[in-house]
């Protein structure tokens, strides 16, 4: 059965329990209903145990459910205050570290420690201290700022964990040396980026960066003036449904291994991977976006993740209306290509905006840089004319005509550009300077300063 089609968004919202009750929240607590799902979908993230892994689409490789969301809005427009009725609505992420990433090495120590074993003091071994966190960053600025400093490895850690791959390096001294495998970390961001601070997230478009991200905006411009109720009940997702937690143990030998494959049994035996399983829509789509990206037939550069952005969507979905079912749906797929046809909309928009700031500024810096020249040429000119004035009144005190090239002459730099010439002219007509004899143009008319 192939996915069947949402059109608009009240079919969409309407298509299932939570979406409704999502939406009501939103309405009640006047935030954007677009921007509240997003930051729930990453909770719901947050609360999924890191072995819990989405079907191969492309080869025999497991995807990982890891969210990255971007909140757009300006300052006041209510980006903290869709994280808060998220967290009221979704109180429970099973401890996740929350924390405000600074480094790509402070990432990895989000997951993972070094102890010294006690029957061996000189050795080290690496432990997981929480196999998931929820990183919020208020404004991208932060992040931007961070990833700036010389040396620093924050977004290519934020891409390899968003893609779920193994973080941290090499370090000679081995207390300072943190490593986190492979299925062993669950991650999620939520970051708010205002448009004319769009350019933080745009210029890492070589990354990969901005198509790793849900997109979604603040404003809803179909919020209704009058406030409605409060939905009753709860939102239905219930976390203790989710598959548990892999044992200490398990994580610890993961950690200490460095990579499921150096595992007993590659690591079947003591961390066995959970796999959401997918519809046939999801493989159909997975197949043209392969065709499409072997023949360099995407049509927007921006879309290269929609596949895999669209898979973790679906998951999500998936487990937030049926968190004890390991089976993601045609209908959570159609639903979850819903969600990154508007994400794509939205951050469509945010560029748009944005190259109407930028246009607006260069305007502005053009008009006021146009404004100081015109300044500038006028104070030149006025002091030519002073000083032209001062030395025809000193080299010619009968008043008998100097010729105009021996004027400029005189004059060295000030006579660059015709600017001695036109100084004269502008005296002849302020009646300062008289034409007493010569030729018809400013180089040959004797000038002399004026009688009247």
Sequence with gaps: MMAPQINGDAEFWHARSELTYIHDYARACQVSLWALLSVVLARVCATVPPHVMTQPLYGNAPGTLNLFVAVLGGSGDGKGLTERMARTLLPDIRNATTALPVSGEGIPALFATRETQ??????????????????????????????????????PTLTSAYSGEALGGFNKNEANRLTVPEHGYRIALITGVQPHNLN????????????????????????????????????????????????????????????????????????????????????????KDGWERLHRARQNPLDAHRIGLTVKIAGLLALLSRPDSLTVTEEDWALAEYVYRRSAEFRDKAIRQFEDIKRNLKAQAYALDSEARDEADARRMNRIKTVTLKWLDEHDPGREGVVGHEISRARGRDSKHGMVYAALESLYVEGKVDKVGGGPTPQSTLWAVSAR
Excluded at 138 to 146: D, K, N, V
Excluded at 259 to 276: F, K, V
């Design 118 to 155: 006690e029957e061996d003091g000189r050795r080290t071994v690496i432990r997981c201290v929480n196999p998931r966190a929820l990183l919020s960053v208020p404004e991208i600025t932060a992040l931007g700022g961070s990833a700036k400093r010389i040396g620093s490895t924050l977004i």
């Design 200 to 287: 933080v997230i745009m210029d890492e478009e070589g990354t990969g960066l901005p198509q790793r991200f849900l997109w979604a905006d603040t404003a809803d411009y179909d919020a209704p003036e009058k406030v409605p109720p409060m939905p009753t009940g709860r939102l239905g997702f219930d976390v203790s449904a989710l598959p548990e937690d892999m044992p200490n143990s398990g994580l610890d030998a993961l950690y200490e291994a460095g990579d499921r494959w150096r595992m007993i049994d590659h690591g079947e035996a003591n961390y066995p991977l959970t796999i959401l399983r997918y519809p046939q829509s999801a493989f159909t789509a997975a197949e």
